[in-house]
């Protein structure tokens, strides 16, 4: 959150520039992922970390709701009519599913596949075969493994096919 208060924009009066620093914020906080991964620990097999994470924020100003968020842990506004004591939920977020049409499609047009592993979703995981030494050629054997079950993350950074 404090990568998102902390952009300049963020305290505009005006409902894009808000919106732009909230998405500046988690492009931040990703970043700073990034810079930090070589610290992260290696998995048993000696490959980088798969450490990610799913993100929802909802920031109340002047009367507004602002949202910014990732992967699938949607926001939810729970809220009740003045005529009826009965709480309603309203779905105020789409969840980034690697199933979602929309996001499907960007994947693929991304160069990715979204594979179905037991009966679930998966963006594929693109590596080279475990033992592999040296740099990744054509002929390198690859391993697509159905990996993710969201579409977006903040962190994921092992998961990027250049």
């Known amino acids: 959150m404090n990568e998102i208060v902390n952009q300049k924009l963020f305290w505009s009066e005006n409902d894009l520039d808000i919106l732009k620093a909230i998405r500046e914020g988690y492009h931040a906080t990703h970043n700073k992922m990034w810079r930090e991964q070589e610290k992260w620990p290696k998995t048993p097999t ?19 709701i ?20 009965q709480w309603r939920a ?8 690697p199933e979602s ?19 679930v ?12 030494k040296g740099p990744v050629r054509r ?16 962190g994921d950074l092992w998961s990027y096919n250049s």
Request: proline share 6%.
């Open 139 to 154: 002929s390198t054997p690859i391993d697509e493994i159905p990996f993710l079950a969201v579409a977006r993350s903040l």
């Open 90 to 97: 309203r779905q105020l977020t789409q969840e980034h599913k």
């Open 101 to 119: 049409n929309v996001e499907k499609t960007r994947i693929m047009n991304s160069g990715g596949k979204v594979v179905t592993k037991s009966g």
């Open 46 to 64: 000696g490959l980088p970390s798969t450490a990610g994470t799913t993100a929802s924020v909802a920031f109340i100003r002047h009367g507004k």
């Open 121 to 132: 979703p998966r963006v594929v995981w693109t590596r080279p075969r475990l033992g592999h």
């Open 66 to 85: 602002y949202i910014g968020h990732v992967g699938d842990s949607g926001i939810v506004l729970g809220y009740q009519d003045e005529c009826q004591p």
